[in-house]
C-alpha cells in the first residue's frame, strides 16, 4: 500500500509559507528519498492576503499533485484555521499559530505560539516558520528532523543561518512542551 | 548527477541554458515570471544576454532580431502576452526564424485568473496569428519533462526554422517535484544549418529535401533581405503567383514531412483498454491517477498522453487498439482538443469530453465521474 | 563629403529597381544621403544591418545591400534591438515613418531612447500614411486634411524632436530633402554617435500629402522646406516674431550618456569574475 501524506501550511502572505514549503518538500524529496510535490497558492497582495503550501510526500511517483485530504494542517492565521479544518483528515494533525488563531473549535489540536516566540526571543517575527518547522519534526513522522535541519540550512540566506537553526531548535522544544499538554488533554477527554 | 527540487519555470530556465539559448527577452506577466527572472541572474554569467522589453510586442521583435543575429532566442509569457505576440509570431513563422516562446497558461479569457491555471491557449497557439501557416506546440506534465521539452522545443525552432510554443500552465509553471537533470554531456543539441557557399551563391529561401533553407546570420558576410511579405527564395517580395504558391507550400511541407519527428506521445494501459482517456499536461496527471483508481473497480482504462499539441499528434489516435470503444477528454478549457479528437476520429469511437473552468486543477474524482456520467455504460444512454 | 559616391554598390540595382516610390517622393533623398554618409564613414557592407518597419519609407531596405530587415509595422526599434544587442558590432540603421515609429511604434521610440541603445533611428516624416492611401498620422498638422480627417486635422501633432528628446535620445537631429548636403553630414555624424540616435528627416508626399492640400508639385513642395525651415545656428538670432510658424533643422542633441550594449558587457564582465 502507497504511503502518502498531504500537508498544508496556510497563513497570511509574508509569514513565509512559501519558503517553509519548499524546505518540507527538499527535506522529504532530497534528503529523505521520498518523492515529493510541493505547490502553492497565494492572493494578489505581497502581504496580509492569504498564502498556503501544499506538500504531498510519498514512497512512489506523485500524479495528482494537489491537497484533497490532509494529513497534517498547519495553521497560522484564523482565517486559514476556518477555511482549511474541513479538508482535514478525522484522524489527520492540527498545528495552530496560538499568536494569531485563539479560536478553535477542535479539541485535539498541537497550540503553539510561534510568532510569539519569534518575537519575544529572537526580536523578529519573520522566523516563526522556521520555529514551526523544528515543532512540525517532532509532532508528525513525514519528515525527519535531520532532513529538514538540512534542508533549512540550505534554504536561508548564509547571513541568517545561525539564527535561523536556533529558531529550528526552538520549534522543537515548544512542540515538546505542546505534545505534552496535548498528552494530558487526551487523558482529560479519555475521562470524561 | 544529483536530485534537486526544482519549480516548473526553474526547469524552462534549466532546460533553456542546457539547450544552448544564450539570448533572452521578456516583459514581466503572472505566472511566468520566475522564468525571466532566473535568466536575469544567469545569463550574464555564462556570456548570453537578456532583456526586458518595454512589453511582450517587443520582447518578441527582439528574439527575433537576436535570432537573426546567430542567437538561440526564447521569450516566457502568460495568456494576455501570448496574445499581444501573435503578430512577430507570425512574422517569426513567415520569415522562418528560430526562437521558442513559453507560454504558463493562466485562467481567462482576457485578464482572466492571473494565478490560476488553464489550458485555455490550445487552439490559440495554433491559429492566434493571421494568415496560414503551421506552428510547433508541445506540452509538459512534470518538471523533469519541463526540462527536456524545452531543450526538445529549442532543438525542433533550429532544425525547422520555425517558432516553437512550449504550452505550460500554472500547476506545472509552479510545482515543485524532485528531479534529476542529465549530464550535460548527454543531451542531444541541435543547430540551424549554416550555409557553407560563397555569399553570392547564397539562396536564402531556397528549398531542399527538408524544405528548410540553409539559415546565415547578419553580419557573417552573407548580405541578404528578410521580410514579412510574401518572398521569393532570394527573400525579395513577390507576388508572382508560381513563387507564393511555392513559399506557402514549402512552410507547411517541412512541418508536414517531419510529423513522426515532430509528434511526440506516450500510451499507458493500452493493451487491453476499452476506454481511453486522451489527456495533457497538468490534467495529464489526474486523467492517469483515474485510470488507475477505474482500473482497480474494474474498467479497462487506458491512456494517451499528448505531448506534441500541435501539430496534432493524430497517429496516436490511428493507432488505437482495436477494442477500444469510447475516448474521454478531459481538459481545463471547454474542449479545444476534444475538437482535433473528434476531427480524427471521423465519428468511427464514441469521444465525451470533460472540462472544467473554475481556476482548479480537474481532480482524478471529477474524472471518474466524468467517465462514468458520459461513459456509454452509464444510465444516461442515448 | 565625397557627393559623386558610386551609389550602385550600394544598391541592390538589378534585382529590385525601379523602387516603387512615386515621382517626386523625398524618400529616395534621403536613401541617397544614407549611403553617402555610410560611404563617407568607410563602414563594410556586411557591417551594416538596415531594420525598418512597414510603409512608404519601410520599403528602403529592400534596395540596399546591407544586411536588411523588414519587419512589422511599428516594431522595427524592437527586432532591431535584438538584433543590435546580440550582435553590437553590427552599424543599424532603423528606417520608420512617422506613423510606422511615432503612432504603433511610439512605445518602443520611448524605451529605445530612454534605454540609449546605439541605434540610428530615422523618421521619414512626410506628414501621412502614404502607402495606405493618405490617413491622418500623429505629425499630420491641425487643419490639414487626410482622408481619414477630410474636414481638417482636429488634434494636435507630435513635435518629433521634442519627443525624442524627453525620451533620452542622446542625438537628436532634424533635416530636409531640399538640403541634402546638411542631411549627408547629420546622418553621418549620427551614425557615429555612440547611442540612441534620432533623425528626423522631412520628405514631400506630393502624391497624397501634398494633392489632398493643394501644395502644389513636387518641387514647390520641395521649395516651401527652404522658405519653412530655419537652420538652428541662424535661428539663434532671430525673434520669436521671425520664427513663427518656422520649423528649425540641424541637431539638438548630442550628448554622451551610457549606452545600453556598452553598459551590458560591463555587467557581464561583473557577473563572470564572481
Same mark, same amino acid.
Given at each position: ?192 | 548527477?544529483? /536530485? ?18 544564450? $539570448? ?96 485555455? %491557449? ?97 553580419? %557573417? ?36 514531412? /517531419? ?12 493493451? %487491453? ?5 486522451? /489527456? ?18 474494474? +474498467? ?27 475516448? $474521454? ?18 465519428? +468511427?469511437?464514441?469521444?465525451? +469530453? ?29 | ?64 545591400? !546591407? ?90 501633432? !507630435? ?49 497624397? &500629402?501634398?494633392? &489632398? ?46 549606452? !545600453? ?14
Amino acid at each position: 500500500m502507497t504511503q502518502q501524506y498531504e500537508l498544508r501550511l496556510a497563513g497570511l502572505g509574508g509569514q513565509g509559507l512559501i519558503l517553509a514549503g519548499i524546505i518540507v518538500a527538499e527535506a522529504a524529496g532530497i534528503y529523505d528519498g521520498k518523492f515529493v510535490a510541493q505547490t502553492q497558492a497565494y492572493g494578489a497582495a505581497a502581504r496580509g492576503g492569504f498564502s498556503r503550501s501544499d506538500v504531498i510526500v510519498s514512497d512512489e511517483e506523485i500524479n495528482y499533485p494537489k491537497a484533497r485530504e490532509l494529513d497534517l494542517l498547519l495553521a497560522m492565521s484564523q482565517d486559514a484555521y476556518e477555511e482549511n479544518l474541513p479538508l482535514l483528515k478525522p484522524e489527520g494533525t492540527l498545528i495552530v499559530d496560538s499568536t494569531y488563531v485563539s479560536e478553535i473549535a477542535d479539541a485535539h489540536v498541537y497550540a503553539i505560539p510561534f510568532t510569539r516566540i519569534a518575537r519575544e526571543t529572537f526580536g523578529r517575527e519573520n522566523v516563526a516558520n522556521i520555529i514551526s518547522l523544528g515543532s512540525i519534526t517532532q509532532i508528525v513522522p513525514y519528515v525527519s528532523e535531520e532532513a529538514m535541519a538540512r534542508a533549512v540550512e540550505r534554504r536561508v540566506p548564509a547571513r541568517f543561518l545561525e539564527l535561523n537553526k536556533k529558531a529550528f531548535q526552538a520549534g522543537k522544544e515548544a512542540a515538546r512542551d505542546a505534545i505534552h499538554k496535548s498528552a494530558l488533554q487526551d487523558e482529560v477527554q479519555d475521562e470524561i | 548527477m544529483e /536530485a534537486k527540487l526544482l519549480m516548473g519555470n526553474e526547469a524552462v530556465a534549466e532546460g533553456a541554458l542546457a539547450g544552448g539559448v544564450n $539570448f533572452f527577452a521578456g516583459y514581466p506577466i503572472t505566472p511566468s515570471n520566475e522564468i525571466g527572472e532566473i535568466m536575469s541572474r544567469r545569463l550574464p554569467g555564462a556570456g548570453g544576454k537578456f532583456i526586458q522589453m518595454e512589453d511582450e510586442i517587443a520582447s518578441m521583435g527582439c528574439i527575433i532580431g537576436a535570432s537573426i543575429s546567430g542567437c538561440k532566442t526564447m521569450t516566457a509569457t502568460s495568456g494576455p502576452g501570448f496574445s499581444l505576440m501573435q503578430e512577430n509570431l507570425g512574422f517569426a513563422a513567415m520569415t522562418e526564424v528560430p526562437c521558442v516562446v513559453v507560454n504558463v497558461m493562466r485562467g481567462g479569457p482576457s485578464t482572466g485568473m492571473p494565478t490560476l491555471p488553464s489550458q485555455g %491557449d490550445i487552439q490559440q497557439a495554433r491559429w492566434g496569428t493571421h494568415g496560414d501557416h503551421p506552428i510547433i506546440a508541445l506540452c509538459p506534465s512534470t518538471v523533469r519533462e519541463v526540462f527536456d521539452l524545452t531543450i526538445t522545443s529549442l532543438n525542433f525552432a533550429e532544425q525547422y526554422r520555425t517558432p516553437v510554443v512550449l504550452l505550460m500552465d500554472e500547476v506545472i509553471g509552479h510545482l515543485r517535484e524532485k528531479v534529476v537533470l542529465p549530464q550535460v554531456e548527454s543531451i542531444e543539441i541541435a543547430n540551424r544549418t549554416q550555409p557553407t557557399c560563397p555569399p553570392e551563391w547564397y539562396r536564402p529561401f531556397e528549398d531542399n529535401k527538408s524544405g528548410v533553407p540553409l539559415m546565415a546570420s547578419f553580419g %557573417d558576410g552573407y548580405r541578404y533581405h528578410i521580410t514579412g511579405l510574401t518572398h521569393d527564395e532570394m527573400g525579395f517580395p513577390t507576388t508572382k503567383k508560381d513563387e507564393v504558391t511555392a513559399l506557402n507550400h514549402r512552410l507547411h511541407r517541412k512541418i508536414r514531412q /517531419a510529423f513522426e519527428d515532430i509528434m511526440l506521445y506516450e500510451t499507458f494501459l493500452m493493451e %487491453d483498454a476499452t476506454a481511453v482517456i486522451v /489527456a495533457y499536461g497538468c490534467v495529464m496527471r489526474s486523467a492517469k491517477s483515474a485510470a488507475l483508481e477505474l482500473r482497480q473497480q474494474g +474498467k479497462k482504462v487506458g491512456l494517451i498522453k499528448l505531448t506534441t499539441l500541435w501539430p496534432f499528434p493524430r497517429i496516436a489516435l490511428e493507432n488505437m487498439p482495436e477494442q477500444v470503444q469510447e475516448i $474521454f477528454v478531459p481538459e481545463m478549457n471547454m474542449g479545444q482538443i476534444y475538437r482535433e479528437v473528434t476531427r480524427v476520429n471521423q465519428g +468511427k469511437l464514441r469521444v465525451r +469530453k470533460i472540462t472544467k473552468v473554475d481556476g482548479e486543477l480537474i481532480t482524478p474524482d471529477e474524472i471518474i465521474r466524468g467517465i462514468k456520467r458520459e461513459g456509454a455504460d452509464s444510465a444516461k444512454r442515448y | 563629403m565625397q557627393k559623386d559616391i558610386d551609389v550602385y554598390q550600394y544598391l541592390r540595382h538589378e534585382k529590385k529597381f525601379p523602387l516603387i516610390w512615386c515621382a517626386g517622393c523625398g524618400n529616395g533623398i534621403v536613401l541617397g544621403s544614407m549611403l553617402r554618409a555610410v560611404d563617407s564613414l568607410k563602414i563594410s557592407k556586411d557591417r551594416v544591418a538596415m531594420v525598418s518597419g512597414i510603409g512608404c519609407s519601410g520599403r528602403t531596405s529592400t534596395y540596399v545591400d !546591407f544586411n536588411t530587415l523588414h519587419t512589422t509595422h511599428g516594431r522595427a526599434l524592437s527586432f532591431a534591438t535584438g538584433l543590435k544587442f546580440a550582435r553590437p558590432e553590427l552599424t543599424t540603421l532603423v528606417v520608420m515613418g512617422d506613423g510606422d515609429g511615432l503612432s504603433i511604434g511610439g512605445n518602443h521610440f520611448i524605451h529605445a531612447a530612454r534605454r540609449n541603445i546605439d541605434l540610428t533611428a530615422f523618421i521619414y516624416n512626410n506628414n501621412i500614411y502614404g502607402m495606405t492611401g493618405g490617413q491622418v498620422s500623429p505629425t499630420t498638422p491641425g487643419g490639414k486634411i487626410a482622408s481619414t480627417a477630410p474636414m481638417g486635422n482636429i488634434e494636435n501633432n !507630435f513635435d518629433t524632436i521634442k519627443v525624442a528628446e524627453a525620451c533620452g535620445a542622446t542625438f537628436v537631429a532634424r533635416g530636409t530633402t531640399y538640403d541634402a548636403d546638411a542631411l549627408d553630414e547629420i546622418i553621418a555624424i549620427g551614425i557615429q554617435h555612440k547611442g540612441f540616435s534620432v533623425i528626423e528627416v522631412l520628405t514631400p508626399c506630393p502624391t497624397i &500629402y501634398g494633392r &489632398y492640400n493643394r501644395l502644389g508639385s513636387a518641387v514647390d513642395m520641395l521649395k516651401s522646406q527652404l522658405d519653412d525651415t530655419i537652420p538652428l545656428e541662424q535661428a539663434k538670432n532671430m525673434s520669436a516674431e521671425e520664427l513663427q510658424g518656422k520649423t528649425l533643422t540641424g541637431i539638438f542633441v548630442n550628448e554622451d550618456k551610457r549606452e !545600453f550594449c556598452e553598459e551590458y558587457e560591463k555587467l557581464v564582465q561583473r557577473a563572470q569574475k564572481k
